[in-house]
C-alpha cells in the first residue's frame, strides 16, 4: 500500500514563499507524483506532476512557472516550491501518487496524501 505524507504549509504574507514535501512509501512501480490544490467552494486543481517517464508536466494556469516541483535521488520525496504566493494561492494542497505515468486527471491517482494547508494573506 502506497503512502504519502504532505507537509509544510501555513501562513504565509502575499510575495512569501513556501515548500511543501511529499513523502512517499510502499510503491512498487517507479512513481509518477502529482501535486494538486482545493479552495474553499472550488474544484481540484492539477498543478504539476514528475515521473522518469514524462519528466515534469505542469498544467493549464500554473504554466507561468510560479510554482516548481522536484524530487530527490531517491524518489520518495516530492516538492512543490513557490516563491511568490498570492492570495489566490490560499488552497489546501495535496500529493498523489500513480505508477509510471503522469495525468490530469485526479480520479485516475491511486493514493493521496492527507493534505497541507497553506494560507496566504497579510
Known amino acids: 500500500e502506497v503512502q504519502l505524507q504532505a507537509s509544510g504549509g501555513g501562513w504565509v504574507q502575499p510575495g512569501g514563499s513556501l515548500r511543501l514535501s511529499c513523502k512517499a512509501s510502499?510503491?512498487?512501480?517507479?512513481?509518477?507524483i502529482g501535486w494538486f490544490r482545493q479552495a474553499p467552494g472550488r474544484q481540484r486543481e492539477a498543478i504539476s506532476c514528475?515521473?522518469?517517464?514524462?519528466?515534469?508536466?505542469v498544467w493549464g494556469d500554473f504554466k507561468g512557472g510560479r510554482f516548481s516541483i522536484s524530487r530527490d535521488v531517491t524518489k520518495t520525496t516530492t516538492y512543490l516550491q513557490n516563491d511568490s504566493l498570492q492570495p489566490e494561492d490560499t488552497a489546501v494542497y495535496y500529493c498523489?501518487?500513480?505508477?509510471?505515468?503522469?495525468?490530469?486527471?485526479?480520479?485516475?491517482?491511486?493514493?493521496w496524501g492527507q493534505g497541507t494547508q497553506v494560507t496566504v494573506s497579510s
Open positions: 498523489a501518487y500513480k505508477g509510471l505515468y503522469c495525468n490530469q486527471y485526479a480520479v485516475t491517482f491511486e493514493s
Open positions: 510502499g510503491f512498487t512501480y517507479d512513481p509518477a
Open positions: 514528475i515521473s522518469d517517464e514524462d519528466g515534469i508536466i
